[in-house]
């Protein structure tokens, strides 16, 4: 039985933290909330200092995606890589940064396959620049420790698969 630790932990809601198990998992919710908001406005304010105002955070998360290794990507693939289940917002997403010029489509078959265009690969790039000028430099500068970024990082990961079975399971209550 986990005991729960002497500090009292900071927890998204005290309702769901009651009694000696579970909280630890509503200390993490808490967590990934803030760090989720927190990302969120980071990639906003990112893209406005690349010159791009108009973009919601799963719009940039799309660009990125679109973006990686160079390969073409379809909906599906896209939507999968960022585990999300509603295309229709992607598809949105999509749509916003084509009329931007940042990504183009072209159909094969009955698919669309979507990849950057050079505005958008420079776009891509000038994000990288002040993500290592505002966020790596600083995180540099503060030892932070990689390895244990990367391990958070793995847990991280293997929560989204007990809240994706979580989900599934609620869904057919």
Known sequence: MSKQPQATPIVSSAHLADGDSGWQLS??????????NAFSRWMMHCMKAVGHNDFNPLDVLVLH???HRGKEKRLADIAFMLNIEDTH?????????????????RKLGKEMFYSTTPQ?????????????????????????????ISQVA?????????????SRSAASL
């Open 27 to 36: 200390e993490l919710e808490y967590a990934m909330t803030m760090t989720y």
């Open 89 to 105: 917002t992607v598809n949105y997403a999509l749509k916003k940064l084509i009329k931007a010029g940042l990504i183009d489509g």
């Open 154 to 166: 793995r847990v991280l990961r293997r929560m989204s698969g007990l809240y994706d079975q979580a």
């Open 120 to 148: 958008g690969q420079e776009v891509c790039q000038a994000y990288r620049d002040v993500r290592r000028s505002c966020l790596l430099d600083t995180a540099g500068a503060s030892e932070r420790d990689y390895d244990e």
């Open 65 to 67: 995606n679109v973006n």
